[in-house]
């Protein structure tokens, strides 16, 4: 690993001293390249992890153009150096800017759920950025991380990306190394292992480890349409989606007719052309655990919740769920199960909803949108959509992150560049005097110019003191300045 790093870090250097313009001119062709090969991405990424070729494309591929275009539209100004505002009177013949520089090299580790979209949201601001990237992608999507890597063969200098394939031990391996930041996305458990990792070097990392969101319906919602985006919210990718809902809260007065709605979407899906497999034995086990666990406590089976006979599959499943105390409602599910729990209000909806160590997205439905984004600064998280959910990952203008143990990692939009980049602040001196104020040696008349400043600026001095000192100044600093 020390000789990846040392080779990405050698080519990082004439990477990044390139401009923002010639960064862009090389990477642009990406978009196309994309869309050109999306029938290439959508085989291989069903054929490894399982999902309809039609999400590969809707999801994936069709967004990744759209990151391209944003990033490419916008960095140059992004990078643009930020004068600092100086007060003339305190610091005369100064300016100063703030410029973003590359970090440096930039180990991304991402998964196999979204194994096209995840690292292209963050290798393509990074590189231009002007960093170099070592991208590990999930050992269970080895292929789509390929593919990935693939789209920018001949538009990059060696070294400046680096696909390095693996399991758990080359991740930590990553994260161990002498790399500038670690962007990663995944479990809070590995996610833990990765910050104490970077703790231990001194090293910034950014985490994004996945959720447990809520949907919110309330009784004045227009239900068509709230059970339709709940189905979808829920289910798309399997539910193997860190911004899939895994809770909805709804109101009494409204909950059988919606409960009803959802049971005759989720039994109208067809098993893998709407709802592809789970990706693996080990997540189905996991589902399977939570729904019975959910069972256990309680909770009512509505509909589905089957193992299939081919690959992986579970046929989705709904289930009415009184409390909060079982692990479906608690911990990361990440598969095609929507718990439908009764509240007696969007008080109560919100109080359940935030009573959880995740908060990466919500939703709220219902026809009165000031109500509802009213409620929307109330929720623990870092995105909430109204009569929507879960599509805002693919707005690369729209920031993603969120609280708790989702981690603190942003994705998308110029805060991303937080991460990506370090800031510089540059000071340009055009004073010709001899000495500053404050410089050496301290003398009584420097003492007489620092209550100066003192009471001029301070809001509860009255105005007589105030031009007191201004004729103060008036008088002191030219005789400090001349060496009093």
């Not at 696909?163 to 995944?186: N, R, Y």
């Not at 919110?216 to 339709?228: F, G, S, T």
């Not at 769920?321 to 911990?331: H, I, K």
């Amino acid at each position: 690993m020390a000789a990846l790093v040392k080779q990405a870090r050698e080519a990082q250097a004439a990477w990044g001293a390139l401009t923002p313009y010639e960064r862009i001119k090389a990477i642009l062709p990406v978009r196309d390249r994309v869309l050109d090969r999306a029938e290439r991405f959508a085989n291989v990424v069903h054929r490894e992890v399982g999902k309809p070729n039609v999400e590969v494309v809707l999801g994936e591929v069709l967004p990744t153009a759209d990151v391209v275009t944003y990033w490419a539209d916008s960095i140059e100004e992004m990078l643009d150096p930020q004068e600092i505002a100086l007060d003339p009177l305190s610091y005369p013949g100064k300016k100063g800017a703030l410029h973003r520089e590359a970090r440096g090299v930039v180990a991304l580790i991402t998964p196999w759920n979204y194994p096209v979209a995840l690292p292209l949201r963050t290798l393509l601001p990074a590189l231009l950025a002007g960093n170099a990237v070592l991208f590990k992608p999930s050992e269970i999507s080895p292929r789509s991380g390929a593919l990935v890597a693939e789209l920018f063969e001949g538009l990059l200098p060696k070294g400046v990306l680096t696909l390095v394939q693996g399991g758990g031990e080359i991740g930590a391996a990553l994260s161990s190394a002498d790399v500038d930041l670690v962007v990663f996305t995944g479990s809070v458990a590995t996610g833990r292992k990765v910050a104490h990792a970077c703790a231990e070097r001194l090293s910034p990392c950014a985490l994004e480890l996945g959720g447990k969101d809520a949907a919110i319906v309330l009784a004045d919602a227009n239900l068509d349409r709230a059970a339709n985006g709940v189905v979808w919210g829920a289910l798309t990718n399997a539910g193997q989606n860190c911004a899939a809902i895994e809770r909805v809260y709804v109101e009494k007065a409204v909950a059988e007719a919606f409960s009803a709605k959802v049971v005759a979407l989720v039994k109208s899906l067809r098993e893998n052309i709407d709802v592809g497999p789970l990706a693996t034995e080990a997540q189905r086990s996991i589902v399977v655990k939570h729904v019975d666990d959910a069972k256990n406590s309680g909770g009512k089976m509505l509909a589905g919740g089957e193992k299939g006979e081919k690959g992986y599959a579970f046929s989705p499943a709904v289930l009415s769920v009184e409390n909060d105390d079982s692990a479906l409602m608690r911990d990361e599910t990440f598969g095609p199960v929507i718990p439908i729990s009764i509240v007696d209000n969007a008080e109560q909806a919100i109080a359940r909803a935030n009573a959880s160590r995740y908060g990466l997205t919500a939703s709220i439905w219902s026809k009165k949108v000031k109500v509802a984004e009213k409620l929307a600064k109330q929720l623990r998280a870092g995105v909430v959509t109204i009569n929507n959910h879960a599509f805002t990952g693919a707005l690369p203008n729209a920031p993603w992150s969120g609280f708790g143990e989702t981690g603190y990692g942003i994705t998308n939009s110029a805060l991303a560049l937080d991460a990506l980049t370090r800031p510089r602040f540059v000071l340009v001196d055009k004073n010709r005097a001899k000495r500053e104020l404050w410089w050496y040696p301290y003398t009584p008349t420097l003492d007489v110019i620092a209550y100066a400043f003192c009471a001029l600026r301070s809001k509860s001095t009255g105005i007589f003191r105030k031009i007191g000192a201004i004729f103060t100044l008036a008088r002191a600093v030219p005789k400090r300045l001349m060496g009093g």
